[in-house]
Nanobody, 120 residues
């Protein structure tokens, strides 16, 4: 079994910062991509940022220049540093990992989600 455990959400004022983290644990053979998605009520889940193993980060246009994703491969952990937060960044943020549990089995896993609220 694989678990993704997120932490770091909360309430912040516009212009403020928050840092999210997500640690993957369990039977992990290798991790390809770790990513952050977000979702608001009535809308589809959208990609915020992704980081492939050994590759370059990819960001949604709405967060470019404000958010930074980075990974600690030794800890199977992905982070999302969020600066200059706006009310429209309010959402439940989900961690995602595309990984193998064995040499033959690959699938995506999701965290439980963490609420980020940007409000004065």
């Amino acid at each position: 079994q694989v678990q993704l455990v997120e932490s770091g959400g909360g309430l912040v004022q516009p212009g403020g910062s928050l840092n999210l983290s997500c640690a993957a644990s369990g039977s992990i053979f290798s991790i390809y991509v770790m990513a952050w998605y977000r979702q608001t009520p009535g809308k589809q889940r959208e990609l915020v940022a992704s980081m492939p193993s050994g590759g370059s980060a990819n960001y949604a246009d709405s967060v470019k220049g404000r958010f930074t994703i980075f990974r600690d491969n030794a800890k199977n952990t992905v982070y999302l540093q969020m600066n200059s937060l706006k009310p429209e960044d309010t959402a439940v943020y989900y961690c995602n990992a595309d990984l193998r549990t064995t040499a033959w089995y690959r699938r995506e896993y999701w965290g439980q989600g963490t609420q980020v609220t940007v409000s004065s």
